[in-house]
């Protein structure tokens, strides 16, 4: 019976190994999370496929590392629980690099530049974040932009509703029942180059950030070999690619 139980025991450690040697969804594949209305970055087109600048870099860093990649829509409130959970393997979709988040996950060195800005309509009266006081501002919840505003004497003055992503933050701003709309400027350039003369972006913005691809805590393996992915796409061209596709230049940080 010891023997016997020798083996199971020898048999349930080996499966505990390879369970933990594995990504989220096991093997060779890479589980990325994504908030799928974040356009340019990650979001859905006319066909329901997803497409955008991260999901075409993403891809291609898969390739670099050998590694199959499957997109997995997540809610973006909870993407660290997703990844520390083992639910995803990367959350990667405009990601800002806080030191709040740092204490709860690995990052890459940024990649993309980015600032939080105000969204107002074009004929609204409103031309200062100073303009704001009074006023409904609407905000993605728990995002970068929560924190942008947060950081502002401003935040105090104003009324903020939250929203699950930026796309219904924005359709409250056109149909005034918020004032403004704390935003990425990268999400917003998009929206204003497909409805133009909608949008107008005060002058002042609340925050410089950097976006990063987040890793879970203690796996260091998979950051240093998507770190090298993404290195040897600087090298060889293809970061610059995929940014000339989406932005028109080559805005990938080196």
Sequence with gaps: ???IALVLAGFMLLLTVVGCSK???GGNELVVG?????APMGF???NNE???FDIDYARAAAEKMGKEIKFQPIDWKAKESELSSGRIDLIWNGYTITEERKEKVL?????????QVVAVLSDSDISSISDLAGKEVGLQALSSAADALSANEIHDQVKINEFPDNVLALGDLKNGRVDAVVIDEVVLNYYMSKEEGTYRILDEHLAPEQYGIGVKKGNEDLLNSLQKALDDMNADGTAAKVSEKWFGENKVLK
């Design 34 to 38: 994504i908030d799928d209305k974040f």
């Design 50 to 52: 997803l497409v955008g």
């Design 107 to 115: 990052f890459t060195k940024p990649y993309l530049e980015n600032s």
């Design 44 to 46: 859905r087109d006319e």
């Design 23 to 25: 990504s989220a969804s």
């Design 1 to 3: 019976m010891r023997k």
